[in-house]
C-alpha cells in the first residue's frame, strides 16, 4: 500500500511539472535533458562495468553533455567537429590505459555517450528548433513533444 501512496504522489506532482518543462520549453527543458541524460549515461556506464568493461565516465559524461550543450544551441556545424575530436581523444586516451580491452572500454564509453545523449539530444533539438524549421510558432515545438509522449506512454 505505501508503494500506491508513493507512486501517486509522484504522479500527482511529477505529471504536472513535466507538462510545464515540456510546454514551457528553453532553459527548463534542456536543464532537464542534463539532468536526464546524465542519469541515463551514469546509469548505463554501471551496466557496462557489471558486465566486466572499464568505460572512461568522467569522459564520457563531459562529452555528452557538451554535446548536448551544442544541439541545444540549434543547427550547428561544429556538433560533427567536436564528436570527432572526443572519439579521437577517447581512443588516444585508451591507447596509452592499461586497463583491460582497449576496444571494449572504447566501445562502452562511445556508447554511453551515443545512447542516452543522441536520443534525448534529438527530442531536445525536436523541442528548441521544429517551430524554426516547420512552424512559426515556438510552443508547437513543445505540442510536438507532448504528442511523442503521449504516443509512447
Known amino acids: 500500500m505505501k508503494?500506491?501512496?508513493?507512486?501517486?504522489?509522484?504522479?500527482?506532482?511529477?505529471i504536472p511539472l513535466l507538462l510545464f518543462i515540456i510546454l514551457k520549453g528553453g532553459l527548463?527543458?534542456?536543464?532537464?535533458?542534463?539532468?536526464?541524460?546524465?542519469i541515463g549515461q551514469w546509469e548505463m556506464y554501471?551496466?557496462?562495468?557489471q558486465k566486466g568493461s572499464k568505460p572512461m565516465m568522467v569522459a564520457g559524461l563531459f562529452s555528452g553533455q557538451v554535446?548536448?550543450?551544442?544541439?541545444?544551441t540549434g543547427p550547428n556545424a561544429l556538433l560533427?567537429?567536436?564528436?570527432?575530436?572526443f572519439v579521437i581523444f577517447?581512443?588516444?586516451?585508451?591507447?596509452?590505459?592499461?586497463?583491460?580491452?582497449?576496444?571494449?572500454n572504447t566501445s562502452a564509453t562511445l556508447s554511453g555517450i551515443v545512447y542516452p545523449t543522441f536520443f534525448?539530444?534529438?527530442?531536445?533539438?525536436?523541442?528548441?528548433?521544429?517551430?524554426t524549421l516547420f512552424a512559426k510558432d515556438y510552443s508547437f515545438g513543445g505540442k510536438f513533444v507532448l504528442l511523442m509522449f503521449v504516443a509512447i506512454w
Do not use: C, D, H
Not at 554501471?46 to 562495468?49: I, K
Open 46 to 49: 554501471q551496466l557496462l562495468r
Open 80 to 85: 560533427f567537429f567536436v564528436l570527432l575530436l
Open 3 to 14: 508503494e500506491l501512496a508513493v507512486r501517486v504522489a509522484v504522479a500527482v506532482v511529477g
Open 90 to 104: 577517447i581512443f588516444g586516451a585508451e591507447m596509452f590505459k592499461n586497463n583491460g580491452s582497449p576496444l571494449i
Open 67 to 72: 554535446l548536448l550543450a551544442l544541439v541545444y
Open 28 to 38: 527548463y527543458f534542456y536543464l532537464f535533458s542534463v539532468v536526464v541524460t546524465v
Open 120 to 131: 534525448w539530444g534529438s527530442l531536445l533539438f525536436l523541442r528548441e528548433n521544429v517551430a
